[in-house]
């Protein structure tokens, strides 16, 4: 006795195998090759016989409605089924929606975090071009028009698509333990400094999903990164500066001094153990990439100080925003050359002229 099967025309009383999974789209679409993928991988309880069922694409020599009428046939992407997201002009919702996410709400797969990530591109892949010369949406329409058979782009699909899913697993397990936070208001935002003492590389990615302004990472090599979050658009020269003139004075004192110069990119001679990467907007001090950099002598302590003095918006004393440092009467805070003193300072000597 075969089990009842829900299918785009009668859900409730098909009760044939399916035989063949057919979808629009000749070379075949991402999102319809991940939807078959799901639905044979996890559908077998709802589709009986789906998990061996061929799939291709629609021919000319098909007729759409009479394939409509099959119980033994499964559409994707066609056919004004529950995986159709086409010819939606009066259901709103669905038209957001692509066959593979219709697909993975269908059988409870968007409740699963570890292919939320996978959700998100097919999705967005789907209702806009894609950009990535390398991306699977294009990648995978090329190796059709190139000859690749049907059965080879979707084993390239599966493998980059499990991929995906363990990397997201992974990703979802990062575990916690070793990680604290600290309030910091950032641009008027309530926001945190995350500290960890790990070497997992998700840890990053973990906390800036939670909203981290900033995030550092002690390795038990010792050394220790200051990872920003994009999100925040945050001006990182003040923390580079602070970092590398403290770190001279755990080295016999400073030999650089000039403000321009503590805020370059890359790494500076007296100060190589503070690399800074103006692209990602970090500053690293060695790591998994550059473990010959030697171990920053500064503590995780003195380290969050520095995020805390230059990303706040208090001023060093009494100064309140009118500085009247002068070269030989310093307050505590002129050599770190914040930029809030600096204009401080301008607009001081602004009034006097």
């Avoid at 991929?163 to 397990?173: I, L, N, P």
């Avoid at 060093?316 to 505590?332: D, I």
Wanted: include cysteine; charged fraction near 25%; hydrophobic fraction near 35%.
């Amino acid at each position: 006795m075969t089990k009842e099967v829900v299918t785009h025309e009668n859900p409730q009383h098909a009760k044939e195998m399916i035989k063949e999974v057919i979808s629009h789209g000749n070379p075949q679409h991402a999102d319809e090759l991940i939807a078959y993928l799901w639905l044979k991988r996890y559908g077998e309880d709802k589709f009986p016989g789906i998990s061996k069922a061929p799939f291709r694409p629609i021919t000319e020599k098909d007729n759409v409605s009479e394939l409509k009428k099959r119980n033994d046939v499964l559409l994707l992407g066609l056919g004004g089924g529950p995986f159709d997201e086409h010819g939606t002009a009066g259901d709103k919702e669905k038209a957001k929606e692509c066959c593979a996410t219709l697909v993975a709400k269908y059988l409870g797969l968007d409740q699963d975090f570890a292919w939320g990530k996978t959700l998100k591109y097919v999705l967005h892949t789907d209702k806009n071009p894609p950009n990535l010369t390398l991306d699977l949406a294009p990648t995978v329409m090329r190796l059709q028009e190139q000859g690749f058979g049907l059965n080879a782009v979707l084993t390239y699909t599966e493998i980059t698509m499990n991929a995906s899913y363990e990397d997201q697993k992974k990703f979802s397990q990062t575990p916690l333990v070793n990680v604290e936070e600290e309030k910091i208001t950032v641009n008027g935002q309530e926001s945190f400094i995350a500290i960890a003492k790990t070497d997992d590389k998700n840890i990053t990615r973990y906390m800036r999903l939670f909203g981290a302004a900033i995030i550092v990472v002690k390795n038990s090599s010792g050394h220790i990164q200051v990872i920003t979050n994009n999100e925040y658009h945050l001006d990182v020269r003040d923390i580079l500066r602070i970092l590398r003139i403290w770190e001279q004075k755990k080295n016999d004192g400073a030999k650089v001094v000039d403000w321009n110069l503590l805020e370059t990119e890359d790494v500076i001679p007296a100060v190589p153990q503070w690399y800074y990467h103006k692209d990602s907007n970090n500053i690293l001090n060695g790591g998994t990439a550059r473990p010959d950099t030697p171990v920053t002598k500064l503590s995780v302590t003195e380290i969050v100080s520095a995020v805390r003095i230059s990303l706040g918006n208090s001023f060093n004393g009494h100064c309140h925003g009118h500085c009247n440092s002068t070269p030989k009467l310093k307050c505590g805070w002129y050599e770190l050359g914040l930029m809030r003193c600096r204009r401080a300072r301008y607009a001081t000597e602004s009034t006097k002229k």
